[in-house]
Every structure is written in structure tokens, then in C-alpha cells.
């Protein structure tokens, strides 16, 4: 009988990721919601110091995979050493990040496993013992709650920045053991050969918690500028609609949307986007909106917790000195 | 070089998403169906590859008889022959299911490289290309922006961007990638071409065409079930914001944004 609650944190650079935290903190309510212990299975190179922490925020028992092949991800290494994990285990939940890296893993390794999974979930529970999961389809233009048949473990991914981090509790100490595995070098078949990081610097839209975003009022490229001086202000990632992305003025990883990202965010500034649905699509669950736009007609006031019926030119600027005020 | 594209159907975006009665699906009656716009990025990207180097594109896909039209598109953009897995029994599978059928296809055929889309904008799930590789014993390189086959056609350079940065992965082939946005800009079928797709041969295939157990596909064999659809949680009609002049209307905005949300 499949029993107890897997999670799998991301690490990036010997670092734990933010995800990692929400999914230990969602993997424990499951949990204890099952009355089943939660484990966390951490793979990485030199990553053994990382395992307290994972205990903090609730995890039972830290398995840690530490090996050089699994300091940077690749689908071909992990893919064993958690299927391996999860054989000598038999957890009856899987649960990852849906980041970019644990949709891709968690695709391969249901598949490798011959599992359901529910990928990018935005609510779990449990009914009669059994993992429920609530996840946006069509971009968000309907919630689909889904469940599992003959799928041992029952696996989801949990899309970021929406399940709530639990307060760190120091004084909880996990048993950290060594994960078995046999990793074998002829099934690493691909190589990362370059990471070039991001100028910019700022949090990927998919995880950002405040988001300031340009639509075709912005009328040029330029004019982004105004935007971006604000999201540095704020703390905020800069995003766009399709219209801003087709035109040439930001680029395709700007675009929020059902062809975009779907993003979820505690605040999402629309500026200059009359909101057609699908990039409402993209940003309907964010926790407070904000539109600016000079159309009183224009579809996103419909969204909005708050608008502004004006000129975006006018409006940002002193929106971003205001601000300064409450910083 | 031999390219497989794995496309599937999708309802246009512009589509109003409507639960049907049984509460379980959605409103089909006045669907405009198109081709999933991130496997159109596949579908051209096999196209310039084979520009480049020769070689045959094949589009491989699983659906009702009106996934044919997204089908001949494909070969009117200049693929060259496609074949549609077309069986009642098949209906409402999971993608596991759904990569079984499109993997016993594409297992008997000679390829390189297999392209799908990153997800489909319908179930959003980005299952079905992983899967795919998996029973096909092959790297998956997903959501990819960039593709470079090496000159001798026996390796592939792609990139990736993840959070905060671009990837660059080097993979042999055979290799399955799944196609992003921003890869490419796909081309529109010419006159010519959409004659010419007439004539390119388009299978139709059963399951047991296939030797595959009907039992194992459709909605009684999913391993992910849905036991309900609601509409997305309805939002507040919210406040439109008071000023005189655009200044007021600001600092007005910044203040409700501070003391009322809390978000600032």
C-alpha cells in the first residue's frame, strides 16, 4: 500500500529555489492531511548542507542524491535516481515544482513510471485518501478538479508562487539519510554546454510576485522604459501582451498569455492592454489587479480590482514617484 | 534528415470556453478548430531542417477525421506525407495513452528528429512529447527556441530558457524537441502549396491497425480523470479610481495600492 508524501525541490547552483519551499510546505499539509510522513528527496553536487532546511519548513526525512552528474539538471540523470527513489519508497503522492525544469521532469518521469500526473495545479486535497488536485486548462478559462486511477504514485506539479510557505521552524530536524542509486554515464545522452544568465536580473514572469505589463498603448519600444523604472521601483518583473510581443517591441519570454506565460502574481499592473481574453487568460489569478488605460471601454476594467481611466503616460510616471513614498 | 511532427488540434483561441451539461467537458457545438499554435512551430521548424539538409517531413497525429484539415495544412506548408491515427476508441485518452499510439507509429518509421509543440493550449498538461520519448528510448529537449543539427546531421544544439536564463544543450540524435515560441515565424501555406497537399499521401489508422488494445485508451483507461470543470473563479467588479487630473489619480492609486491592498 503506497504511503507517505514525496516532494522533489529544485536546486539551482547549490541553491534551493523558492519552489522548493512551497512544495515542502504543500507536501507537508497533504501529509498530515493523510496522517503520513512527508520526505524530501534532494539531488544535487555538494548539496548535503541544504537538507536542515528542507526539515524546517517540514519535511520528515531529507533523502539526498549528491553526485557531480546532478549538480546541473538534465532530464537523462535525474530521471533514474528518482525513479530508483521512489521504487524503494512507495510514496502514495509525488509532487514538483512546475517550474520550467520540474515540468519537464515530472512529464518524463510520469511517463518513465507509466503514472498520472497533473501538471501545473494550483489547489490540492485529499478525499478518502486519494490526491485531488485543482488545475487551470484552456490558459485558465476553466478549472478542471481531477483525480487519479491506477497511478501509484498519484503525481502533480504545483505552479509557482501560489502555495503558501510555511514559517521556518529551526528547531525541526529532519533525519537526512543517503538516497540509493545506480547512475550509470551511457544514459546521460544530453549536455548542457552554456548557461547565459539574463541581463535583467529580474524574477521569470512564471514566478514573479508583482508584474507591471505593456500592451499596444505603450505604442513603441521605447516607451517601456517608463515601465521598467517603475518594476525596478517596485520589485516587479516586466511583462507584455501579445500585441507588444508580435509588434517587435519586447520579446516572446515577455508575453503573458494563453500563447504566453500564465503567470500569478500578488500584482499585476496592466498598462495600455485593452484586455482580450486570452491574455486574460494569462493573468486572471493574480491577487490584485491594476488596469491604466485611456479606453473607459476597454474589456480589462471588467478584471480589475482597480483602474485608472486615463493616459498611461501621464499616469505611470507619477504613479512611480507616489510610490516612492511607501517604500 | 528525416523529421516526424506530432501535431495536434486545439479550439481557436478566440473561443469562449463553455462547460457542457454533464459538467465533466466543454461546449463543442461552435468550435472553430485549429492546429495547436505551438506545434505549428514544430511543423515549420522541420520544414527549414529539411530545406537545409533533404530528407522527408511526416506529420504523425491522433484525433477525429477533422484533424485531417490541420493535417493537409501542414503538408500544403510543404510537409510531405501524414498519417492519422482515427479510431472512436481512442477518444478522451490520457497522454500516455495518447503517446502509445503516436510511438507505435512513429517506431516503424526512419527519423532523426521528432518535433511537438511545448503544450497544448487546450489541456496545457506538456505531456505527450515527453511521453513519447520515453517509449521511444530518446532525449526530449523541451521548450526550445533555438535549433541548430550539427553538418553531419548526428547531433543537435538547442537552446532553452528557463528562469533568469538560456540554456544551450547539446544532444545526439534521434532527439524529440518540443517547440516555443519564438523559435520561428511559421509560413502560410502558398496557392501551391495548398494543391499540392492534395495530392500527398494521408493515412488513416486504427488501433488495431496499430496492434494496440483498444481497452488500454480512452476515457475508461485514463489514469487521470476529471471529475469536474468549473468556470474560473469570478472577480469583483473593482473600483474605478477618482482624481481630477492624472496626478490625483495616482497618488490616489499608490495610497489604495499601499493601505487597502497591501501590495505595495
Request: charged share 25%; aromatic share 4%; with cysteine.
Amino acid at each position: 500500500m503506497s504511503q507517505g508524501v514525496m516532494v522533489v525541490p529544485e536546486q539551482r547552483d547549490g541553491e534551493l529555489r523558492k519552489i522548493s519551499f512551497e512544495i515542502v510546505s504543500e507536501g507537508r499539509r497533504l501529509a498530515d492531511a493523510l496522517g503520513q510522513s512527508l520526505t524530501a528527496l534532494l539531488l544535487g553536487s555538494d548539496i548535503k548542507d541544504k537538507a536542515p532546511t528542507l526539515g524546517h519548513y517540514g519535511a520528515d526525512r531529507v533523502l539526498v542524491a549528491d553526485d557531480a552528474r546532478l549538480g546541473t539538471y538534465t532530464t537523462d540523470a535525474y530521471v533514474p535516481v528518482i525513479s530508483e527513489a521512489v521504487k524503494a519508497n512507495d510514496p502514495a503522492i509525488l509532487l514538483l515544482g512546475a517550474s520550467f525544469q520540474g515540468k519537464d521532469l515530472a512529464a518524463r518521469l510520469s511517463a518513465h513510471l507509466g503514472v498520472g500526473m497533473a501538471q501545473d495545479c494550483t489547489g490540492f486535497s485529499i478525499e478518502d485518501g486519494n490526491l485531488i488536485a485543482i488545475r487551470p486548462i484552456y490558459a485558465g478559462k476553466a478549472y478542471a478538479k481531477v483525480t487519479f486511477q491506477d497511478s501509484w504514485p498519484q503525481m502533480a506539479t504545483a505552479r509557482p508562487n501560489v502555495m503558501p510557505v510555511n514559517e521556518p521552524d529551526t528547531s525541526r530536524s529532519a533525519e537526512i539519510m543517503d538516497a540509493e542509486f545506480n547512475l550509470d554515464d551511457s544514459v546521460l545522452k544530453t549536455k548542457v554546454v552554456d548557461v547565459s544568465k539574463d541581463e535583467s536580473g529580474r524574477v521569470d514572469l512564471t514566478e514573479a510576485e508583482k508584474i507591471v505589463s505593456g500592451g499596444r498603448g505603450m505604442k513603441g519600444p521605447e516607451n517601456f522604459k517608463i515601465l521598467e523604472e517603475l518594476a525596478d521601483l517596485i520589485g516587479a518583473t516586466v511583462g507584455a501582451s501579445r500585441s507588444a510581443v508580435d509588434a517587435g517591441w519586447r520579446p516572446h519570454s515577455d508575453q503573458v498569455g494563453q500563447t504566453g506565460k500564465v503567470v500569478s502574481p500578488n500584482l499585476y499592473i496592466a498598462c495600455g492592454i485593452s484586455g482580450a481574453i486570452q491574455h486574460l487568460a494569462g493573468m486572471s489569478t493574480s491577487k490584485v489587479i491594476v488596469a491604466i488605460n485611456k479606453d473607459p471601454d476597454a474589456p480589462i476594467f471588467q478584471k480589475a480590482d482597480y483602474g485608472v481611466v486615463d493616459d498611461l503616460f501621464k499616469i505611470v510616471p507619477v504613479l512611480t514617484n507616489e510610490v516612492k513614498k511607501y517604500l | 534528415m528525416n523529421i516526424i511532427v506530432c501535431l495536434k488540434q486545439v479550439p481557436d483561441t478566440e473561443t469562449q470556453i463553455r462547460i457542457a451539461p454533464d459538467g465533466q467537458s466543454i461546449v463543442k457545438d461552435d468550435i472553430k478548430w485549429v492546429m495547436n499554435p505551438y506545434d505549428e512551430f514544430g511543423v515549420e521548424e522541420a520544414l527549414r531542417i529539411k530545406e537545409k539538409f533533404g530528407g522527408e517531413v511526416t506529420i504523425v497525429s491522433l484525433g477525429p477525421k477533422r484533424v485531417t484539415e490541420s493535417i493537409r495544412t501542414a503538408l500544403a506548408m510543404g510537409a510531405d506525407k501524414g498519417v492519422l491515427i482515427n479510431d472512436p476508441s481512442a477518444e478522451d485518452s490520457d497522454a500516455l495513452a495518447t503517446a502509445r499510439a503516436l510511438a507505435a507509429v512513429i517506431k516503424d518509421m526512419e527519423y532523426d528528429l521528432i518535433f511537438t509543440g511545448q503544450r497544448g493550449v487546450d489541456d496545457d498538461m506538456g505531456l505527450v512529447g515527453a511521453s513519447v520519448a520515453e517509449i521511444l528510448g530518446i532525449p526530449q529537449l523541451s521548450v526550445i527556441t533555438k535549433v541548430e543539427v550539427s553538418e553531419d546531421g548526428t547531433s543537435v544544439k538547442v537552446e532553452r530558457p528557463v528562469e533568469g536564463q538560456t540554456l544551450t544543450i547539446e544532444s545526439p540524435l534521434p532527439a524529440l524537441i518540443t517547440a516555443q515560441k519564438g523559435l520561428n515565424e511559421p509560413r502560410y501555406a502558398s496557392l501551391p502549396g495548398i494543391m499540392k497537399a492534395k495530392k500527398k499521401p494521408l493515412e488513416e489508422k486504427t488501433l488495431a491497425d496499430l496492434g494496440l488494445d483498444a481497452s488500454q485508451f480512452g476515457k475508461e483507461a485514463r489514469k487521470l480523470k476529471v471529475l469536474e470543470l468549473t468556470p474560473p473563479p469570478q472577480r469583483q467588479a473593482g473600483k474605478i479610481i477618482d482624481g481630477e487630473t492624472p496626478e490625483e489619480k495616482a497618488a490616489e492609486l499608490a495610497r489604495v495600492l499601499h493601505e487597502e491592498a497591501k501590495v505595495i
